[in-house]
């Protein structure tokens, strides 16, 4: 059974930093496309940034793209979300998910495509 864990959310001022870590069990984390997405109360669930099974493509959404860095920890089965100059518009519920994605340089933006997810962890951005 595959599992996916959150951690490092919590409640910064804006301006700083909170990496976010997602660790994987029950199958070879080589095999999955990753993801971060986000979900502020009463909108939908965005992509913030994925990475392919491989490592070696990458997206960002433009809300982020040169705040935030997404990395895959093979030897750890963990995936980061490294989230620096945060604002108090990042404050979301932040998820995790795993997509068992058939290419190594498949990068999943769609949450539907996506097999599984975590838990979610809130980030709260002050102002």
């Known amino acids: 059974q595959v599992q996916l864990v959150e951690s490092g959310g919590g409640l910064v001022q804006a301006g700083g930093s909170l990496r976010l870590a997602c660790a994987t069990s029950g199958r070879t984390f080589s095999n999955f496309a990753m993801g971060w997405f986000r979900q502020a109360p009463g909108k939908e669930r965005d992509i913030v940034a994925a990475?392919?099974?491989?490592?070696?493509?990458?997206y960002y959404a433009d809300s982020v793209k040169g705040r935030f860095t997404i990395s895959r920890d093979t030897t750890k089965n963990t995936v980061h979300l490294q989230m620096n100059e945060l604002k108090p518009e990042d404050t979301a519920v932040y998820y995790c998910?795993?997509?068992?994605?058939?290419?190594?340089?498949?990068?999943?933006?769609?949450?539907?495509?996506?097999?599984?997810w975590g838990q979610g962890t809130q980030v709260t951005v002050s102002s």
């Open positions: 998910a795993a997509d068992l994605a058939g290419r190594l340089s498949t990068v999943v933006v769609t949450a539907s495509e996506y097999d599984y």
């Open positions: 990475v392919s099974r491989g490592g070696g493509n990458i």
